[in-house]
């Protein structure tokens, strides 16, 4: 029902917040991840302002309105998704922006989410590391070491100083998970978690990953436990039983999932995440009623995850004919999709899924 929208303004990661021009309809400001409120209250007052005054620094007017048409640009280039362009803009204003700007922060996050989409993972880490000291104390911190960290750990296993930095994000995204001053809510502590856990997961580190994954599944357990309502405790679904896939227990996810799907007996999410965890656990009757059930609430795209994970089920549980059917399916729905709800790096995986049925490799 969205297409439209979604192909106009798209989206690079959830969560986004966009302020869209009236009379242009363009993106002029755009926050991509979790926010505190009173980041998105400064970043909404800086979106109502006049882009000639908008987050201007204390400093001579010519400085200040050099800077925000600077700024003016970067933003445009970030809100038609010129990646290496809004990086390279974003960039020349951190280079010359006075101490206790204001904008920092979100300029910051826009920055590093920048050179996350351009692909420039060198770049971000580095950016991060000269990013952190500006933002202590301030919640993007745990923003910007948790994508710094990322890209640290996607470079070349030899590429110079990568130790290095992995090593100084690492416990920059420590600082950040124990700081109070923060205020970062509990899903994004868990993002948090997530890095740190892929960083020494890379690191080949098991021991250290035992003990992150252990309080990792605390802070969300407590966290799920202590929601006042039903749809508070059902945003740590997902992290939950990524946690509990991860420690080979996905039994532990069913529970929580059963009362989600109680709860919200006409949304998708439960009852596609029961398919999961009963795959998981080799219970493919199971999760074939629950991937059953899910199908019907689906829509657009996010059917297209469904069905996939259905095609393993069937493959998994001896019924590969149905696989192949069920991915033949998959095919015909994503390219009757919109513009834009699909990338054609899915096309390609949910094809190669679908022929290396069609072409089992022999086995040796």
């Given at each position: 029902?969205?297409?439209?929208?979604?192909?106009?303004?798209?989206?690079?990661?959830?969560?986004?917040?966009?302020?869209?021009?009236?009379?242009?309809?363009?993106?002029?400001?755009?926050?991509?991840?979790?926010?505190?409120?009173?980041?998105?209250?400064?970043?909404?007052?800086?979106a109502?302002?006049?882009?000639a005054?908008?987050?201007?620094?204390?400093?001579?007017?010519?400085?200040?309105?050099?800077?925000?048409?600077?700024?003016?640009?970067?933003?445009?280039?970030?809100?038609?998704?010129?990646?290496?362009?809004?990086?390279?803009?974003?960039?020349?204003?951190?280079?010359?922006?006075?101490?206790?700007?204001?904008?920092?922060?979100?300029?910051?996050?826009?920055?590093?989410?920048?050179?996350?989409?351009?692909?420039?993972?060198?770049?971000?880490?580095?950016?991060?590391?000269?990013?952190?000291?500006?933002?202590?104390?301030?919640?993007?911190?745990?923003?910007?070491?948790?994508?710094?960290?990322?890209?640290?750990v996607?470079?070349?296993?030899d590429?110079?100083?990568?130790?290095?930095?992995?090593?100084?994000?690492?416990?920059?995204?420590?600082?950040?998970?124990?700081?109070?001053?923060?205020?970062?809510?509990?899903?994004?502590?868990?993002?948090?978690?997530?890095?740190?856990?892929?960083?020494?997961?890379n690191?080949?580190?098991?021991?250290?990953?035992?003990?992150l994954?252990?309080?990792w599944?605390?802070?969300?357990?407590?966290?799920?436990?202590?929601?006042?309502?039903?749809?508070?405790?059902?945003?740590?679904?997902?992290h939950?039983?990524?946690?509990?896939?991860?420690?080979?227990?996905?039994q532990?996810?069913?529970?929580?999932?059963?009362?989600?799907e109680?709860?919200?007996p006409?949304d998708?999410?439960?009852?596609?995440?029961?398919?999961?965890?009963?795959?998981?656990?080799k219970?493919?009757?199971?999760?074939?009623?629950?991937?059953?059930?899910?199908?019907?609430?689906?829509?657009?795209?996010?059917?297209?995850?469904?069905?996939?994970?259905r095609?393993k089920?069937?493959?998994?549980?001896?019924?590969?004919?149905?696989?192949?059917?069920?991915?033949?399916?998959?095919?015909?729905?994503?390219?009757?999709?919109?513009?834009?709800?699909?990338?054609?790096?899915?096309?390609?995986?949910?094809?190669?899924?679908?022929?290396?049925?069609?072409?089992?490799?022999?086995?040796?």
């Amino acid at each position: 029902g969205n297409a439209a929208t979604v192909a106009k303004f798209p989206v690079g990661a959830w969560p986004s917040m966009y302020v869209i021009d009236p009379q242009s309809e363009t993106i002029s400001f755009r926050w991509t991840g979790g926010a505190t409120i009173d980041q998105l209250l400064k970043f909404l007052d800086e979106a109502r302002a006049k882009p000639a005054t908008a987050s201007a620094p204390p400093a001579s007017t010519t400085q200040a309105s050099s800077l925000s048409a600077q700024l003016a640009e970067a933003d445009r280039l970030n809100g038609v998704a010129s990646w290496d362009a809004a990086a390279n803009a974003y960039a020349a204003i951190v280079a010359k922006a006075p101490a206790g700007w204001t904008a920092l922060p979100r300029v910051a996050d826009a920055y590093l989410f920048a050179l996350l989409k351009a692909d420039r993972a060198a770049d971000c880490a580095q950016a991060a590391q000269a990013l952190l000291p500006k933002l202590a104390g301030n919640p993007s911190s745990a923003t910007v070491a948790a994508s710094g960290l990322d890209c640290a750990v996607e470079l070349p296993a030899d590429a110079a100083g990568r130790a290095a930095s992995i090593a100084a994000l690492e416990k920059a995204a420590h600082t950040a998970l124990i700081d109070p001053r923060l205020g970062i809510a509990a899903d994004d502590r868990s993002g948090l978690y997530i890095s740190l856990i892929g960083a020494r997961d890379n690191s080949k580190d098991e021991a250290g990953k035992k003990q992150l994954i252990g309080e990792w599944i605390a802070l969300l357990e407590s966290s799920a436990a202590q929601a006042p309502t039903p749809a508070a405790r059902a945003v740590f679904d997902s992290h939950r039983l990524s946690a509990y896939l991860e420690i080979g227990e996905p039994q532990r996810a069913i529970p929580m999932l059963e009362a989600s799907e109680r709860d919200f007996p006409a949304d998708y999410n439960p009852p596609s995440r029961l398919a999961v965890s009963y795959r998981a656990m080799k219970d493919y009757p199971r999760a074939l009623a629950a991937s059953d059930r899910a199908l019907p609430l689906a829509y657009g795209p996010r059917r297209l995850g469904i069905l996939r994970t259905r095609a393993k089920i069937q493959a998994e549980g001896g019924n590969p004919a149905a696989a192949v059917a069920t991915l033949e399916t998959t095919v015909k729905e994503a390219r009757a999709l919109p513009a834009g709800q699909v990338s054609e790096r899915t096309l390609q995986a949910i094809q190669g899924e679908l022929d290396a049925l069609l072409h089992p490799a022999p086995k040796t």
